[in-house]
């Protein structure tokens, strides 16, 4: 089997024409390093869970994305983010929800899905149950960055003002995720956001919600979702591909471009990344951008901001 691996950085990309050429350079290398961390693992045979973990963690540790450090704000000023990750080969899933500590909520979901006996944990029952799985948590300071205040601020006043909505997608939203496929076969799916900048408290998007923004199983595909999680969730995103498969048998390709197009007129604008159980990952998106890359059997890493080709 050969093995590969995608991931995106969201898509609350910047636009291309305020988007300068080292700021550019800056999201091809930090989306580099992750899928370089992802392909270390595929490379020595390791499984596709492993690799989805270790580039999720790469891009939350990064500021540049929207997930842990250099996540979102919610309208009340302070943080909640949602994680989740799946296992394709016995559609094993954890996730959390609305959560502000772990260094690395998709280690959060992990723990969730390997030690909890649940599949869906929120909040400070979440967060307790963490803590005692020993996982590493972090003051509000560490996820705090100056950009996404900015964002909140502006978002703020624009409502006490009641002007229009006219912020970039980058001011907006974003989330990071990952897909892969093992030499096994086996197949992995993980995503991590802070949701949508102003959000309300205690709202929750598709990101945790398996089948919605994230989903994996082998005799399918992997799915990891970025955009606005409602259209998502009310079109169950991710599951709906892997059902066209099952029982319509369209192809990985047709199935996610014609979600992705069709969820356009539901509200969901965004994309997502996907593979299947043989050829290279698919990430259509209906956006302006969406940060992506892969790396194929080749190893060779391709990565891509808005509609131009892969670098
Ligand atoms: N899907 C995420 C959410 O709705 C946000 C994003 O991907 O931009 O929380």
Same mark, same amino acid.
């Given at each position: 089997m #050969?093995?590969?691996?995608?991931?995106?950085?969201?898509?609350?990309?910047i636009?291309a024409a305020?988007l300068?050429a080292?700021a550019?350079a800056?999201?091809h290398a930090a989306?580099?390093d992750?899928?370089d961390a992802?392909?270390?693992v595929l490379?020595r045979g390791? *499984?596709a869970?492993?690799?989805?973990?270790d580039a +999720?963690?790469?891009?939350?540790?990064?500021?540049?994305f929207?997930?842990?450090?250099?996540?979102?704000?919610?309208?009340a000023?302070t943080?909640e983010?949602d994680?989740?990750?799946?296992?394709?080969?016995?559609?094993?899933?954890?996730?959390v929800a609305?959560?502000?500590?772990p260094r690395? *909520?998709?280690?959060?979901a992990?723990?969730v899905?390997e030690?909890?006996?649940? +599949?869906? /944990? /929120?909040?400070?029952g979440?967060?307790?149950y963490?803590?005692?799985q020993?996982?590493e948590?972090m003051?509000?300071?560490y996820?705090?960055? #100056?950009?996404?205040?900015d964002a909140?601020?502006?978002?703020?006043a624009?409502r006490v003002?009641?002007a229009?909505d006219?912020?970039s997608d980058?001011?907006?939203?974003?989330?990071?995720?990952a +897909?892969a496929?093992d030499i096994?076969?086996d197949?992995?799916?993980?995503?991590?956001t802070?949701?949508i900048?102003?959000?309300?408290?205690?709202?929750v998007?598709d990101?945790?919600v398996?089948g919605a923004?994230t989903?994996?199983?082998?005799t399918?595909?992997?799915?990891s979702?970025?955009?606005?999680?409602e259209?998502?969730?009310?079109?169950t995103a991710?599951?709906?591909?892997a059902a066209? /498969?099952?029982y319509?048998? #369209?192809?990985l390709e #047709?199935?996610a471009?014609? +979600?992705?197009?069709?969820?356009?007129t539901?509200?969901?604008?965004?994309?997502l990344?996907?593979?299947?159980?043989?050829?290279?990952?698919?990430?259509?998106?209906n956006s302006?951008? /969406?940060y992506?890359?892969?790396?194929?059997?080749?190893?060779?890493?391709?990565?891509?901001?808005?509609?131009?080709?892969f670098?």
């Open positions: #050969q093995a590969t691996i995608a991931i995106h950085g969201g898509a609350g990309t636009p305020a300068d080292d550019a800056g999201y989306l580099r992750a899928l992802g392909w270390r490379a390791g *499984p869970l492993d690799a989805v973990t +999720v963690i790469k891009l939350e540790n990064d500021p540049l929207n997930a842990a450090r250099g996540a979102v704000f919610t309208a000023r943080l983010m994680a989740a990750v799946m296992c394709g080969r016995d559609r094993s899933a954890g996730a609305g959560i502000c500590g690395n *909520p998709i280690l959060g992990r723990a899905m030690h909890s006996g649940t +599949v869906l /944990m /929120m909040g400070a979440a967060e307790a963490l803590r005692s020993g996982l948590f003051p509000p300071e996820f705090t960055t #100056q950009r996404r205040l909140l601020n502006l978002e703020l624009r003002a009641g229009p006219v912020r980058a001011d907006r939203h974003g989330t990071v995720g +897909v496929r096994f076969g197949l992995a799916a993980g995503t991590s802070g949701g900048t102003a959000k309300r408290p205690g709202r998007g990101t945790p398996i923004g989903y994996a199983d082998n399918t595909c992997a799915v979702t970025t955009g606005t999680g259209g998502f969730i009310r079109f991710a599951a709906e591909i066209r /498969m099952r319509a048998k #369209q192809s #047709q199935a471009n014609d +979600v992705v197009a069709e969820l356009l539901h509200g969901g604008d965004g994309g990344i996907a593979i299947g159980s043989a050829g290279l990952p698919v990430m259509p998106f302006s951008g /969406m992506r890359g892969y790396v194929g059997p080749d190893g060779v890493v391709h990565t891509a901001i808005h509609r131009e080709g670098r």
